[in-house]
């Protein structure tokens, strides 16, 4: 009988926060204190999670052999045998179900962006996630066609500066992941390239990876600050206000390349965002700030 921890280390809840990205449309659009509007963000947000839970099932399949000889990965249900292929592939198909479910009566332009999301992230597990750089700009879209897809919904325009500022920031994320799995690498053997354990990393280097990181942080924060300041924001919103916002990016930033480079870290952004005090402190500042300026102006 399947253990129910085991399934939910399979479909990997924890991993869902990455689809808090189909929110900001609601948010900014100015739509978060209406019921209706709420309900079908709600919905975009399961529908991405199952998505994600399938795409993660499917892509534990494919890498069972790799994920057996990796230190952590070893003990996921699939490769420790918890649960079998047959099993994983019953609760996939109930992910898909769901899904099917979630998008009956929503915009079909969503329903493509959800399509495409769950098309690209297989290739992703099959041969992308091989490729050179590739493999973190299939990242990168993935929370774009989140952001997008948020907006999609609800029906509310999409901001340029927004989809730029998602943009780089899913690469600063995707990238310096890649570097903590380098530096994870090197400290379990420092001749060791990685490959057995993802073969795309012989193609990076830790001097590489951090060169990268350091143009997507910059993108990032200019982005972001433009985004604040643009004709459009300022007009929907009534205020040049929301600029005051831009320190906490600055921190959250700041506070994570400290983490990358002092501690070790990033080799699981999800796990530093959900468990660094000061993280989670600026966040919740920076949420607070930010409505205040939306809504309280």
Same mark, same amino acid.
């Given at each position: 009988?399947?253990?129910?921890?085991?399934?939910?280390?399979?479909?990997?809840?924890?991993?869902?926060?990455?689809?808090?990205?189909?929110?900001?449309?609601?948010?900014?659009?100015?739509?978060?204190?209406?019921?209706?509007?709420?309900?079908?963000? #709600?919905?975009?947000? +399961? *529908?991405? =999670? &199952?998505?994600?839970?399938? @795409?993660?099932? !499917?892509?534990?399949?494919?890498?069972?052999?790799?994920?057996?000889?990796?230190?952590?990965?070893?003990?996921?249900?699939?490769?420790?045998?918890?649960?079998?292929?047959?099993?994983?592939?019953?609760?996939?198909?109930?992910?898909?179900?769901?899904?099917?479910?979630?998008?009956?009566?929503?915009?079909?332009?969503?329903?493509?962006?959800?399509?495409?999301? #769950?098309?690209?992230? +297989? *290739?992703? =597990? &099959?041969?992308?996630?091989? @490729?050179?750089? !590739?493999?973190?700009?299939?990242?990168?879209?993935?929370?774009?066609?989140?952001?997008?897809?948020?907006?999609?919904?609800?029906?509310?325009?999409?901001?340029?500066?927004?989809?730029?500022?998602?943009?780089?920031?899913?690469?600063?994320?995707?990238?310096?992941?890649?570097?903590?799995?380098?530096?994870?690498?090197?400290?379990?053997?420092?001749?060791?390239?990685?490959?057995?354990?993802?073969?795309?990393?012989?193609?990076?280097?830790?001097?590489?990876?951090?060169?990268?990181?350091?143009?997507?942080?910059?993108?990032?924060?200019?982005?972001?600050?433009?985004?604040?300041?643009?004709?459009?924001?300022?007009?929907?919103?009534?205020?040049?206000?929301?600029?005051?916002?831009?320190?906490?990016?600055?921190?959250?930033?700041?506070?994570?390349?400290?983490?990358?480079?002092?501690?070790?870290?990033?080799?699981?952004?999800?796990?530093?965002?959900?468990?660094?005090?000061?993280?989670?402190?600026?966040?919740?500042?920076?949420?607070?700030?930010?409505?205040?300026?939306?809504?309280?102006?």
């Amino acid at each position: 009988m399947l253990k129910p921890g085991a399934i939910i280390r399979l479909i990997r809840p924890k991993q869902w926060t990455k689809n808090l990205f189909v929110f900001p449309a609601l948010v900014f659009s100015q739509h978060l204190l209406e019921p209706s509007y709420v309900l079908l963000t #709600l919905r975009a947000f +399961l *529908a991405f =999670s &199952f998505t994600a839970s399938f @795409v993660y099932i !499917i892509n534990d399949i494919a890498d069972l052999e790799r994920d057996r000889q990796h230190p952590k990965k070893k003990y996921r249900p699939i490769a420790s045998g918890e649960i079998s292929i047959s099993e994983a592939l019953m609760i996939a198909a109930a992910m898909l179900g769901l899904v099917s479910i979630l998008l009956v009566g929503l915009d079909w332009r969503f329903v493509v962006a959800i399509v495409t999301y #769950l098309i690209m992230n +297989l *290739a992703y =597990s &099959f041969f992308l996630k091989e @490729v050179v750089l !590739i493999d973190v700009f299939v990242i990168a879209i993935g929370f774009m066609l989140r952001v997008v897809g948020g907006a999609l919904v609800i029906g509310v325009p999409r901001s340029p500066w927004l989809l730029l500022t998602t943009m780089f920031l899913s690469l600063f994320l995707g990238i310096a992941k890649r570097r903590g799995e380098l530096v994870a690498v090197r400290k379990r053997d420092p001749d060791a390239t990685g490959s057995h354990t993802r073969k795309v990393l012989e193609h990076y280097s830790v001097e590489f990876a951090e060169q990268m990181t350091t143009i997507c942080a910059a993108g990032f924060v200019i982005s972001y600050a433009l985004y604040t300041v643009s004709d459009r924001t300022v007009k929907v919103f009534g205020t040049e206000n929301l600029i005051f916002t831009t320190p906490f990016v600055l921190y959250g930033v700041f506070r994570y390349l400290y983490l990358l480079h002092k501690k070790d870290l990033g080799e699981s952004p999800t796990d530093i965002v959900l468990s660094d005090i000061p993280t989670i402190i600026n966040f919740i500042v920076y949420a607070i700030a930010m409505l205040i300026v939306i809504y309280m102006r």
